[in-house]
């Protein structure tokens, strides 16, 4: 998969090279190329911002420095023939892993890392006709800008593409991948603190673990997420 990062702060990005993405990179399972916006800008500040028509408080980024680093984007000969745009947004659809799943299936993802009170709607609008645009929200809170972001839905998307993680089954038993939350995980020594391991997980009796962990599952999901359980 080929990953592009359009940004006004590519340090960010430096962490891509550590842990599990870092050994994608180097294996040649992913290519990321990150794009300074402020690289296209031709006068003496590198302006990527102007405020906004209407009023209102804030800035926004111009469209003209996104139009000339996404079209430079398209026009490399190794870009795929319809890449996916992703503009991280406190106003886009939920990322869920169902979302990261389907992006992981995709050749090329973009991810448009915007500032201050966003990118010119223009952007969007023109970039439509020639990408699909996927405006993706984290989450019901509000960040700085598009980075942070990007970089939690690129380990959530790379984790999953064919490859990534050692051991495909844990991929499967954790949360969210049942539609439930996790269950409790324990690791030796049987008594910590006073505190036991559940003496189910001892037994050596792996229907009677299934059955304990997946009881577990619904508890937790029960207590932390009943929004996640059908009614
Ligand atoms: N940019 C700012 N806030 C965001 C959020 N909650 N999700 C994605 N991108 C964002």
Redesign the pocket.
């Known amino acids: 998969m080929r990953i592009d990062i359009v940004t006004i702060f590519p340090e960010f990005f430096a962490t891509l090279d550590v842990s599990l993405l870092g050994k994608a990179r180097q294996s040649g399972l992913i290519q990321t190329h990150v794009h300074d916006l402020r690289d296209v800008t031709t006068d003496k500040h590198r302006t990527v911002d102007d405020t906004p028509y209407g009023g209102g408080a804030g800035m926004v980024m111009k469209p003209e420095p996104w139009g000339d680093t996404l079209d430079a984007i398209l026009a490399d000969p190794e870009s795929s023939q319809r890449p996916v745009l992703i503009v991280?947004?406190?106003a886009?659809e939920p990322?869920t892993q169902a979302v990261a799943k389907e992006f992981s299936r995709e050749e090329q993802l973009i991810f448009a890392c915007?500032r201050y009170e966003g990118i010119d709607q223009r952007v969007s609008d023109h970039f439509a006709t020639r990408m699909t645009v996927r405006p993706?929200?984290?989450?019901?809170?509000?960040?700085?800008?598009?980075e942070v972001?990007s970089l939690a839905m690129i380990e959530a998307i790379g984790r999953l593409i064919p490859g990534m993680v050692g051991n495909p089954d844990s991929l499967v038993e954790e949360s969210h991948e049942d539609g439930l939350l996790e269950y409790p995980s324990y690791t030796k020594p049987a008594v910590w603190r006073d505190l036991e391991v559940p003496e189910v997980l001892l037994s050596g009796n792996h229907a009677a673990i299934a059955a304990w962990r997946h009881e577990q599952q619904l508890e937790r999901t029960k207590l932390i997420r009943p929004d996640l359980l059908p009614e």
């Not at 993706?136 to 598009?146: A, E, H, Q, T």
Request: proline letters at 11%; a negative charge.
């Open positions: 991280p947004s406190p886009g990322f915007g993706i929200s984290l989450g019901d809170y509000v960040l700085n800008g598009g972001a």
